[in-house]
């Protein structure tokens, strides 16, 4: 059962930076992609970003592109996402999930492949 905990959130103001991190455990990380959700109030929970096992390959939904880089450790079991020039329709609560349907070690954006959420930590960004 993965277990999922995301640290790093917290309130900035529009042009600010942050750094989340997931602590991953309960299934073999380094062998399954991960990606970065977030979910707004009122919203859906979307796709942000994903990394391959091997972090060779990522993906972005076009809104982030440029401005957050996810990245892993798999010595650590750590995931991360630098998020940069913030804007307040970034802020959302943000959680981190491995890929458990389909080609586990290819990231995807849809969200349906993903399982096993975290708490999530909130970000909020004002103007």
């Known amino acids: 059962q993965p277990q999922l905990v995301e640290t790093g959130g917290g309130s900035v103001q529009a042009g600010g930076s942050l750094r989340l991190s997931c602590a991953a455990s309960?299934?073999?990380?380094?062998?399954?992609?991960m990606g970065w959700f977030r979910r707004a109030p009122g919203k859906e929970r979307e796709f942000v970003a994903a990394?391959?096992?091997?972090?060779?390959?990522?993906e972005y939904v076009d809104s982030v592109k440029g401005r957050f880089t996810i990245s892993r450790n798999n010595d650590k079991n750590t995931l991360s996402l630098v998020m940069n020039n913030l804007n307040p329709e970034d802020t959302a609560e943000y959680f981190c999930?491995?890929?458990?349907?389909?080609?586990?070690?290819?990231?995807?954006?849809?969200?349906?492949?993903?399982?096993?959420w975290g708490q999530g930590t909130q970000v909020t960004v004002s103007s």
């Open positions: 990394i391959s096992g091997n972090g060779d390959t990522t």
């Open positions: 999930a491995p890929r458990i349907y389909g080609n586990r070690r290819l990231p995807s954006a849809d969200i349906g492949v993903y399982a096993g």
């Open positions: 309960g299934f073999s990380f380094r062998m399954s992609a």
